[in-house]
Structures are given as C-alpha cells and as structure tokens.
C-alpha cells in the first residue's frame, strides 16, 4: 500500500497487471475530493470515460449528476472510482481476474481518502466490495457497516437508464445516505479541509 497519492498514482501508470490495458485509451482513476466524507464505487470505465480518462462522465454519469443535484450533492465534494480502472471491452462486466488484479489500487484509495461513507452502484461494485453472497434486489437501500465504514449499496444509474422505476429507489437510497452525512458531523475531517 502507498502512503500517498502520489506514489499511488505512479504505481499504476504502466499498469498491465491484467488483459484490459491492451484495449484501453486511458486509465481511469478516480475523481473528486481526496478527503471526502463521501465516495461512490462503481463497476468500470465505458466509452467515454475511457477517452476522458474520469469515471462517470457519459450518460450513466449524467444521470447521476442529475440525482446529486436533485439531493444537493456536490460532485466536487465526493469521491469518485470504480471497481476496474480500464474499459472493458464492449462494456461488458469485469471479469474475476481484472476485478482481482484491480482491487488493490481501490482499497488504496479507499485507505488515502478514508471516507464515512460508500455508496457502491451495482452489483458489480457490491460483489467485489462486501462479498459474492451479496445481491443488488435484496441488498440496496440497507446499511452495512463493515470496519468502521458505512456502505450503502443502490443500482448502478446505468440500469435507470434502463428501467426509469429504479430512479425512484436509487433517490431514495442516497437520501438515506444524505440524510447521514448532514446528521452526522464530520469527526476528523473539517480540520483537513
Ligand atoms: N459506469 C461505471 O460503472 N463507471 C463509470 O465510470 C462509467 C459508467
């Protein structure tokens, strides 16, 4: 584990530790405040992402714009990354051995912002965060608190796009997580800002 962003950040540049660096443009990273209360994990960069090189910058992201706005999250506030830091090809899900070989650079930014609170979009996220025996229907909406960290599992806002009922749940599960932030004082954190 690296103690800095910046070690972090060097570590992965060249990074072929998995198939995914042979199709990507760019690697996507992660985005937002390094010392967030806050962060969201999700499934992997698409077409967009890949050639920005930061997460949720296409239509699924758009969306989820439109939801912090609609709560009053600001995207310069949270963190931003994703399970895998490489488009899969034809953004089909990550596969096991890209997931494994990518983990470590996330649990080291989720070590380097040390946030409150996780909201992990999809079952994709869900899975490689909190374990396989875990599963989307039954677990959004629930905390679950695992090592001091609060995680609030919801769909991934791509399915929104497939099915607009899921918009009611996903506003609903990150007003829950609201609704905590704002209740909550930040207990080490306000002297770093
Ligand atoms: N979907 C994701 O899971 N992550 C992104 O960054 C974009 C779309």
Not at 72 to 77: K, V, Y
Not at 80 to 109: G, T
Not at 131 to 140: A, C, F, N, P
């Amino acid at each position: 584990m690296f103690k800095t962003w910046e070690e972090l950040e060097e570590s992965i540049k060249n990074c072929n530790r998995c198939k995914l660096w042979k199709t990507r443009r760019n690697i996507v990273f992660g985005t937002g405040n390094k010392n967030a209360r806050l962060m969201f994990i999700g499934e992997g960069p698409g077409a967009d992402e890949d050639r920005l090189g930061i997460p949720f910058v296409g239509r699924a992201g758009k969306l989820m714009d439109l939801a912090f706005e609609t709560l009053g999250i600001d995207r310069s506030e949270v963190y931003i990354a994703n399970i895998v830091k490489c488009r899969p090809p034809s953004n089909r899900n990550p596969e096991n051995d890209e997931a494994m070989a990518c983990l470590n650079y996330l649990r080291n930014q989720v070590i380097l912002v040390k946030p409150e609170i996780i909201v992990l979009l999809g079952s994709v996220a869900l899975k490689n965060i909190l374990g396989k025996e875990y599963g989307i229907t039954d677990s959004r909406g629930k905390w679950v608190e695992k090592k001091g960290i609060k995680y609030m599992p919801t769909w991934h806002p791509a399915a929104l796009l497939r099915d607009e009922t899921k918009k009611v749940d996903f506003i609903k599960d990150l007003k829950k997580v609201v609704e905590l932030i704002t209740s909550t004082k930040s207990e080490n954190k306000d002297e770093k800002r």
